[in-house]
């Protein structure tokens, strides 16, 4: 079994930044490509970003380019995502999720095997 721990939300000005962190326990973490999603109300949950087992290689939706970035540290088993200028569109609850079934990364999230709890980010206009 693996657990995920989402945190680092909260709420910031339209413009402004958060970092989210995510603390994997239970597997070996590096045998997991890990994602980001986020689910506003009222709405689906919806891709946001996703890196490989190793880190090399990453995916972004088209509303997360170029203002977030994804990252993971296979030594202290965590996962990052850092959001820059962020809009009141990006309010929502972020999760984290681990897939088994990829080796590089995937958008889908029936791919995903594990998930955190969520943490909410409020963006104020």
């Known amino acids: 079994q693996v657990q995920l721990v989402e945190s680092g939300g909260g709420l910031v000005q339209a413009g402004g930044s958060l970092r989210l962190s995510c603390q994997v326990s239970?597997?070996?973490?590096?045998?997991?490509?890990m994602g980001w999603f986020r689910q506003a109300p009222g709405k689906e949950r919806e891709f946001v970003t996703a890196?490989?087992?190793?880190?090399?290689?990453?995916s972004y939706a088209d509303s997360a380019k170029g203002r977030f970035t994804i990252s993971r540290d296979n030594a202290k088993n965590t996962v990052a995502l850092q959001m820059n200028s962020l809009k009141p569109e990006d309010t929502g609850v972020y999760y984290c999720?681990?897939?088994?079934?990829?080796?590089?990364?995937?958008?889908?999230?029936?791919?995903?095997?594990?998930w955190g709890q969520g943490t909410q980010v409020t963006v104020s206009s």
């Open positions: 999720a681990a897939s088994s079934m990829v080796v590089t990364t995937t958008r889908r999230s029936y791919d995903y095997d594990y």
């Open positions: 239970g597997r070996t973490f590096s045998n997991y490509a």
């Open positions: 890196i490989s087992r190793s880190g090399g290689s990453r």
